[in-house]
């Protein structure tokens, strides 16, 4: 699972949903919730949602946060 972080430090990761979908969700500092990316949508497939956030960060000059 790669994570993203952005200027803000606000967290963006792959979650699954309810049934077997996939979406990009982030979570801002300092909350536990994780809320879904609205403009990306919901893969039926790990690697697409994937794909989406990897598109979306680059786009958004987000870094990927290191394990």
Not at 35 to 54: F, I, Q, S, T, Y
């Amino acid at each position: 699972m790669t994570e993203y972080i952005d200027k803000r430090g606000w967290k963006f990761r792959v979650m699954h949903g309810l049934g077997e979908v996939w979406k990009a969700r982030y979570n801002k500092p300092g909350k536990s919730s994780w809320k879904c990316v609205a403009v990306l949508p919901w893969r039926e497939k790990r690697e697409d949602a994937e794909h989406d956030l990897e598109v979306y960060a680059a786009s958004h000059g987000m870094k990927k946060v290191e394990e």
